[in-house]
């Protein structure tokens, strides 16, 4: 049933595009395992071997330490509608912050968000699907403006503090470089 690609074919991009919300699994060498949902319209494939994802402040940040120990992430994507697919896409990659180089050129493919906190720059080097016969039917209802309203009352000098007190250390204690 499972398939595995060396590349995002034009078909699982498309995929990709229509879903609602996809996860996003790390892990660090000897530490918690974590997997987010993700949604906002944060994902972008630029091309068959890479994909960006705008991470957006929230109640931790696990990722950026996670890639720096072990450069190993996960997307993973299912169909809740229609045809039952899940999708994996495998890979490696980097941290871009605000302070970088290549962070005013990426931030323009995403919408204005002042929440915006990094963008991860991900090469795929492997794309597995598998049929998703057990995944139930969900229908979306729209996205959740809770996040971005929060941002919003805090502006960008209490997005700042925020990072300060509540993201510079990931779960096993290990640092955000925020």
């Not at 696990?62 to 997307?75: Q, S, V, Y």
């Not at 968000?113 to 597995?128: E, H, K, P, S």
């Not at 995944?135 to 979306?140: A, D, G, L, N, S």
Request: include cysteine; charged fraction near 25%; aromatic fraction near 12%.
């Amino acid at each position: 049933m499972a398939k595995q690609y060396p590349e995002i074919t034009d078909t699982l991009k498309q995929f990709i595009t229509q879903q609602k919300i996809f996860f996003v699994g790390t892990a660090d060498v000897d530490g918690r395992v974590n997997v987010s949902p993700k949604g906002a319209d944060s994902l972008r494939v630029l091309n068959k071997n890479r994909v960006i994802w705008l991470n957006l402040t929230g109640s931790g940040n696990e990722t950026a330490p996670h890639l720096a120990a072990t450069n190993r992430l996960t997307f993973m994507f299912c169909s809740f509608t229609e045809k039952p697919v899940i999708l994996r896409l495998y890979g490696s990659g980097s941290a871009i912050y605000p302070k970088d180089n290549e962070w005013p050129e990426l931030i323009k493919l995403f919408p204005k968000n002042i929440g915006a906190r990094q963008i991860f720059d991900i090469n795929i080097d492997l794309v597995q699907t598998s049929c998703g016969f057990q995944v139930p039917f969900f229908e979306y209802k729209g996205e959740r403006d809770l996040l971005d309203k929060w941002a919003e009352n805090k502006g960008q000098d209490g997005i700042a503090q925020y990072w300060h007190e509540k993201n510079k250390l990931s779960l096993d204690g290990k640092p955000t470089d925020i």
